[in-house]
């Protein structure tokens, strides 16, 4: 059974906008640690942005300001918004949950805490 499905990526301009969503199973609730992620060619994937249980949120130092992570539990579903996007920026967007965590919200955005993973979607930022 597939648990994550992210959407919202595609191709945008320096400087614009995109808003990702992940849709999770009944399975995956509020009760998770979820997490955005993202990897680029030949490079490893890193954590962009998290949001634990109580709402909480960690963001990676190269976005803080620029994205916002969210979730509505009642649709079971995370977001993150994305703004001023750089080329910098560009790689698969992944989501991922987590029922626990080591180290709280700070950990959450090591991809390594994470088994839950989704499919990706693409982002592709060009000047």
């Known amino acids: 059974e597939v648990l994550l499905v992210e959407s919202g990526g595609g191709s945008v301009e320096v400087g614009g906008s995109l808003r990702l969503s992940c849709a999770a199973s009944?399975?995956?609730?509020?009760?998770?640690?979820m997490g955005w992620f993202r990897q680029a060619p030949g490079k490893e994937r890193e954590g962009v942005a998290a949001?634990?249980?109580?709402?909480?949120?960690d963001y990676a130092d190269s976005v803080e300001g620029r994205f916002t992570i969210s979730r509505d539990n009642a649709a079971n579903t995370l977001y993150l918004q994305m703004g001023m996007l750089e080329p910098e920026d560009s790689g698969m967007y992944y989501c991922?949950?987590?029922?626990?965590?080591?180290?709280?919200?700070?950990?959450?955005?090591?991809?390594?805490?994470?088994?839950?993973w989704g499919q990706g979607t693409q982002v592709t930022v060009s000047s």
């Open positions: 949001i634990d249980p109580d709402g909480n949120e």
């Open positions: 009944k399975y995956i609730d509020s009760s998770y640690f």
């Open positions: 991922a949950a987590e029922i626990a965590v080591m180290g709280g919200t700070v950990g959450a955005l090591d991809p390594d805490e994470y088994n839950v």
